[in-house]
């Protein structure tokens, strides 16, 4: 089963719309205000499609978040069933500070497809290969970073690797440093750090560190048309996460996950430019009009591409 080529533009139109709704809020210093109008635009969209739309990632559990809660229905309810992870406004920072890199970002695939990912921290890996045993979460950062120099013929200093900038990380980047690899430090928002890898005009090579959990499925399912490698493992902190964890039906807490464990089957996923950043440009106005930059791919069919999409408000 595949899902549907039809589905791509109004998939395309639900971040891009999001997107727009967002971008009033751009550079106001409010990121509840910024992220409630992607919420809004994204739920009122989805819900005008003909799926049978389930929401696994979202903005929460139900007592936490009212609207695009993990498992919310959304759709017609006329049509395939479909699995959406969703991620409104991710840099939320970025939206409200007017900086470089927010998005608005949508994954989809057909029901039980997509990892149903807790509200935790996830141990991450992604890079630019497409063969397993190369890059690992279980090897240190000196032998991921061999291998990788093995397998793209290249040397330490050629290779750029992009961590996102925490104390938690101080490992990983003093040995990166000893290494002699290029950093390309990102302040937040790893999807994009995560999907960097999957074309050479972004000049990276290996993305690795902690992140969240739902932004790592939502990267996966990215990569996984883009044919490059990803692996994540959840960290759970408290006894609330590992509850929440086992409710979702995780037993193995400390399981490492491949990217086909996390998005199976066939996919879509879109990422629109709120702000401009590495991976998108973001909206540009012209005469009332907004033009927006996404990010698709579509696994079946192969398709990664940059869709520019006019918005009228
Ligand atoms: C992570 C990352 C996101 O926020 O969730 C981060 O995955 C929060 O991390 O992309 P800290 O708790 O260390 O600040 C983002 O960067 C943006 O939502």
Known sequence: MTIEQKFIDQFVNVTSKAAVASYSY????????????AVDSIRNDLNQIDIKGKIVIGEGELDEAPMLYIGEKVGTNNGPEIDIAVDPLEGTNFAANNLPGALSVIAIAEKNNLFHAPETYMEKISAKVNEKGVVDLDYSTRENIFNLCE????????????????????????????????????????VSGALLVSDDKYGVDIFLGIGGGPEGVLASAALDTFECSFQGRFLFHTEEDKRRANKMGITNLSKKYELDEIVKGDSIFCATGITSGDLVSGIITENNKFITETLVTHKSTGLK????????R
């Open 305 to 312: 591409k940059i869709i520019k999409k006019v918005v009228n």
């Open 151 to 190: 397998y793209l013929n290249k040397k330490p200093e050629s290779i750029t690797a992009c961590v996102m900038d925490r104390p938690r990380h101080k490992d990983i980047i003093d040995e990166l440093n000893i290494l002699g690899v290029k950093i390309k430090l990102i302040t937040d928002g790893d």
């Open 26 to 37: 751009v550079g106001k210093k409010d990121k509840i205000a910024a992220d409630k109008a």
